[in-house]
């Protein structure tokens, strides 16, 4: 048997009006930044290594930022990985394999050798930029696409 189901007007309007006033600050905090953004890694020379800048799209999605620079593992590669707050404030990290010695500090270091590093990182609208915290300099600067 079916029974009609009963709403209450005043608790179906009082349920919309809490949902507008909660979910908005919940989803939109940490996905503020969502989206594709075109990430520059510019880093100076350093010692006897050559200076290099390179293009890759980066994705924020739930407020965490990806990015894929050549393919994950191998030589030339970079991956940067890492949370943006909703503050704009962003702790990345940077992991990747060394490519041409000409550009690796000391010369001496294998193609393919693995290396880390933080990146401190601040996003604002539509643009973003980034500082390598160890090692050599190397800037970052994020555009939302």
Not at 93 to 119: F, L, M
Request: aromatic residues 8%.
């Amino acid at each position: 048997m079916n029974l009609p189901k009963k709403t209450i007007p005043g608790a179906t309007r009082f349920l919309a009006a809490l949902t507008l006033l909660i979910l908005p600050s919940v989803s939109l905090a940490g996905e503020t930044f969502d989206g594709k953004w075109l990430t520059t890694v510019s880093c100076e020379s350093a010692r006897d290594a050559l200076g290099y800048s390179f293009r890759f799209v980066s994705e924020v999605k739930d407020g965490n930022l990806r990015g894929l620079h050549g393919t994950e593992g191998q030589p030339s590669s970079l991956l940067i990985e890492g949370k943006i707050d909703a503050d704009g404030t962003g702790k990345l990290y940077a992991t990747g394999r060394t490519g041409s010695k000409e550009y690796v500090p000391g010369r001496d270091t294998p193609r393919g050798t693995e290396y880390s590093y933080s990146i401190e990182a601040h996003f604002k609208g539509t643009k973003g930029t980034g500082t390598r915290i160890e090692g050599r300099p190397c800037s970052f600067q994020f555009e939302k696409q």
